[in-house]
Nanobody, 122 residues
Framework: QVQLVESGGGLVRPGGSLRLSCTIS????????VSWFRQFPNGPRDFIAA???????NYADSVKGRFYVSRNNAENTVYLQMNSLKPDDTGVYLC????????????????WGKGTQVTVSS
């Protein structure tokens, strides 16, 4: 069973930085795109950033130029560097991995972590 564990969250002042990690284990098949989402209590999960297996990245407009996603395939870990944090960045950050069985298309077999809390407040 694929497991994702997020870490690195915490309380930070506006303008500060945090680095989140998403460590993936138990996967039998290749990990394709890994994405980060932010969720408010009882709210939807908003896309933040993604990195595919080749290292190409994609970001939500609200975080472009402030957040940077990267991955270490050897360690099965994906990072989210968050700079110039704002109160609106507060929420639970979750990572999601796309890992289809061989012969199956990507974009249909997703696995989620439980999230790490980020609070931006003075």
């Amino acid at each position: 069973q694929v497991q994702l564990v997020e870490s690195g969250g915490g309380l930070v002042r506006p303008g500060g930085s945090l680095r989140l990690s998403c460590t993936i284990s138990g996967n039998r098949y290749k990990i394709y795109t890994v994405s980060w989402f932010r969720q408010f209590p009882n709210g939807p999960r908003d896309f933040i950033a993604a990195v595919n297996s080749a290292g190409a990245t994609n970001y939500a407009d609200s975080v472009k130029g402030r957040f940077y996603v990267s991955r270490n395939n050897a360690e099965n870990t994906v990072y989210l560097q968050m700079n110039s944090l704002k109160p609106d960045d507060t929420g639970v950050y979750l990572c999601r991995a796309d890992s289809p069985p061989p012969g199956r298309p990507s974009g249909q077999y997703f696995y989620w972590g439980k999230g790490t809390q980020v609070t931006v407040s003075s």
